[in-house]
Nanobody
Framework: QVQLVESGGGLVQAGGSLRLSCAAS????????MAWFRQAPGKEREFVASISRSGSVYYADSVKGRFTISRDIAKNTVYLQMNSLKPEDTAVYLC????????????????WGQGTQVTVSS
């Protein structure tokens, strides 16, 4: 069973950048599809980006062209580079993992980190 720990969140002005990290332990990292989700207060958990076991990436339309998901297999870590941040990007960002193919539905992911807060001021 894999454990996930996110880091890198914080407060940033609109137009700024942040890089989130998700460190995985307790499993075979290369076996997992990884994803980032976010959840704002009073809203449902929302898909942001995913990376498959083969390295294929997929993005939500709302972040396409601004966010980049990547991974370092040697470090068992997945990253989310967030550029041109907007106030509407403010949320708790969560890392998720599942064995097999990647999905955009949060209920398909059995493993979750605790989340890291990202706040974008206008």
């Amino acid at each position: 069973q894999v454990q996930l720990v996110e880091s890198g969140g914080g407060l940033v002005q609109a137009g700024g950048s942040l890089r989130l990290s998700c460190a995985a332990s307790g499993g075979t990292f290369s076996s997992y599809a990884m994803a980032w989700f976010r959840q704002a207060p009073g809203k449902e958990r929302e898909f942001v980006a995913s990376i498959s076991r083969s390295g294929s990436v997929y993005y939500a339309d709302s972040v396409k062209g601004r966010f980049t998901i990547s991974r370092d297999i040697a470090k068992n870590t997945v990253y989310l580079q967030m550029n041109s941040l907007k106030p509407e990007d403010t949320a708790v960002y969560l890392c998720a993992a599942r064995v097999g193919v990647s999905y955009i539905a949060p209920e398909e992911y059995p493993y979750w980190g605790q989340g890291t807060q990202v706040t974008v001021s206008s």
